[in-house]
């Protein structure tokens, strides 16, 4: 296992408190996936124990800058708790929620898998992401007994993009994403085709929060919710 200095982090609330679906509390920590990889973490006070599982790991280096790029580890924390600590509301927010930080995700599975968010659970949305894995994403052994006792072994991948593009509409409507089906396959394509790429994602920070909101909600499906 590696390890990772991570002081004023809350590893609970940030990958359990809704901006993703990819995380798992297990006995021993927290399982996630990416398109790329399996990700295992536990929190030992001011450090974050990690391992990384995927198709094409490359060296211990690049996978220990893709995990603090994605945990934001770099971040001035503190420096944005002043900025933002304006008033008694957001102060008692802050206490309450201490240490909660933004994940620094894959655009692509953010944007599909917050579609599939629209009117929903975070219970129902993390089982349909899973069913999307499951079907279409390539899958991960681990090592037998690392997720603890009766968890199995497997991990699917979130699918590439193209893949959910050129799933048919019933492949996706039996990941029960239900209405969403048609709004997800259609961003996939145009995330695919390369369109929706150039507006937005290759073009930040280059563009104003509110030009890139407004790309966002070209996207049948995203609304300002979403975009957000």
């Not at 927290?30 to 399996?38: E, I, K």
């Not at 060296?59 to 994605?70: A, I, K, M, P």
């Not at 304006?86 to 599975?109: I, N």
Request: glycine fraction near 8%.
């Amino acid at each position: 296992m590696n390890k990772l200095n991570a002081p004023q982090y809350n590893l609970q609330i940030t990958l359990m408190g809704g901006q993703s679906f990819a995380w798992d509390l297990t006995a021993d920590g927290y399982v996630g996936f990416t398109r790329g990889r399996v990700i295992l973490l536990k929190q030992d006070g001011d450090n974050l124990i990690w391992e990384s599982f995927g198709q094409s790991q490359g060296h211990v280096q690049g996978q220990t800058d893709f995990l603090r790029n994605y945990l934001r580890l770099d971040e001035d924390y503190p420096n944005i708790l002043r900025k933002i600590n304006k008033d008694k509301h957001m102060a008692a927010a802050m206490k309450e929620f201490s240490h909660t930080r933004l994940l620094k995700q894959d655009f692509e599975q953010c944007l599909l898998s917050f579609m599939i968010s629209s009117n929903n659970s975070i219970t129902n949305i993390r089982k349909s992401v899973r069913l999307l894995c499951q079907k279409l994403g390539p899958k991960v052994e681990l090592p037998d007994g690392i997720l603890g006792a009766g968890l199995g072994h497997t991990i699917h991948l979130f699918p590439a993009t193209e893949d959910i593009a050129k799933a048919s509409l019933q492949t996706l409507l039996e990941c029960k994403i239900g209405f969403r089906a048609k709004f997800v396959k259609a961003a996939a394509e145009a995330l695919a085709g390369g369109a929706l790429n150039g507006a937005v994602k290759n073009n930040y920070p280059l563009l104003h929060e509110h030009e890139t909101r407004e790309a966002l909600m070209q996207i049948k499906g995203v609304g300002e919710k979403i975009a957000d």
